[in-house]
T-cell receptor, first 111, second 116 residues
Framework: SQTIHQWPATLVQPVGSPLSLECTVE??????LYWYRQAAGRGLQLLFY??????ISSEVPQNLSASRPQDRQFILSSKKLLLSDSGFYLC??????????FGPGTRLTVL | AQKITQTQPGMFVQEKEAVTLDCTYD???????LFWYKQPSSGEMIFLIY??????QNATEGRYSLNFQKARKSANLVISASQLGDSAMYFC?????????????FGKGTKLSVIP
């Protein structure tokens, strides 16, 4: 069966510090991968998606970037965090393109 | 562009009763998919049910059913025989179906509380 991992689970970072969140998927090949952000009390907003190694599409302009160095690995990064980057970050995968399956999420607080 | 509207910020239901969570959508796409997700306090988004716009029958998954009314552009979630573990946020989402269409558009969610 397929599983998706995200780490760390929680993170507290100062403004201006770098960020690296990692997501890995097991049990499937060539998945579509997604990064979402959820602000407190809100729905999810798609940040990036990838349909293959090295292929990244950005949905919103922001202080973040994404990379896919391996088939089942998706990384979300920032060189300098802003207060507005605080939120709950969720990684997801899909194969058929219909339902997306989400990881446990990373709660990021920027102080 | 797609838009999802969930008009119920919070709902209460007695344990073992059924509850309907409302979702309306707006899209210009001819072919699209509708989804419901559950988000417990732990934060993980759990996929519940899917309905394609071309499906003539309403989707069902165990205690979950989707009341799809295409002409009204509504996709309400019905949970039968509510359990305490159903207390969570519920999100309606949609996505165009077609090559290159990946973005799920989410509503703002409904917080369901099941009362013992």
């Amino acid at each position: 069966s397929q599983t998706i991992h995200q780490w760390p689970a929680t993170l507290v970072q100062p403004v201006g510090s770098p960020l690296s969140l990692e997501c890995t998927v097991e049990g499937t090949s060539n998945p579509n991968l997604y990064w979402y952000r959820q602000a407190a009390g809100r729905g999810l907003q798609l940040l990036f998606y990838s349909v293959g190694i090295g292929q990244i599409s950005s949905e919103v302009p922001q202080n973040l970037s994404a990379s896919r160095p391996q088939d089942r690995q998706f990384i979300l990064s920032s060189k300098k965090l802003l207060l507005s980057d605080s939120g709950f970050y969720l990684c997801a995968w899909s194969v058929t393109g219909n339902e997306q399956f989400f990881g446990p999420g990373t709660r990021l607080t920027v102080l | 562009a797609q838009k999802i509207t969930q008009t119920q910020p919070g709902m209460f239901v007695q344990e073992k009763e059924a509850v309907t969570l409302d979702c309306t959508y707006d899209t210009s796409d001819q072919s699209y998919g509708l989804f419901w997700y559950k988000q417990p306090s732990s934060g993980e988004m759990i996929f519940l049910i899917y309905q394609g716009s071309y499906d003539e029958q309403n989707a069902t998954e165990g205690r979950y059913s989707l009341n799809f009314q295409k002409a009204r552009k509504s996709a309400n979630l019905v949970i039968s025989a509510s359990q305490l573990g159903d207390s969570a946020m519920y999100f309606c989402a949609m996505r165009p179906l077609g090559a290159g269409s990946y973005q799920l558009t989410f509503g703002k969610g409904t917080k369901l509380s099941v009362i013992p």
